[in-house]
């Protein structure tokens, strides 16, 4: 399964955040090469916000998780 390296908090600014963006994007009159980047940008924050795993943090070797969040494996996985 997925490693997480997302804790619980930086989800939820990540989420706050894809709401934000897309708020914008559709309060926007037109649509241009901005919006369009603001699309990608708000498809990675919700996707990390979703799984709990930022490949950019990953190659980092960056992890935000606290001592009460789940991400030893991400779903159970025990191995090592």
């Not at 498809?43 to 980092?60: D, K």
């Not at 606290?66 to 090592?80: I, L, Q, R, Y």
């Amino acid at each position: 399964m997925i490693n997480r390296n997302i804790g619980t908090v930086e989800r939820v600014i990540r989420f706050a955040l894809a709401v934000i963006v897309v708020g914008w994007i559709l309060s926007s009159e037109r649509f241009g090469l901005a919006q369009g980047g603001a699309v990608l940008i708000a498809f990675a924050l919700l996707w990390n916000s979703i799984f709990g795993r930022c490949y950019l943090w990953g190659w980092l070797g960056l992890s935000s998780c606290g001592p009460n969040d789940d991400c030893s494996a991400g779903g159970g996985d025990s191995t090592a």
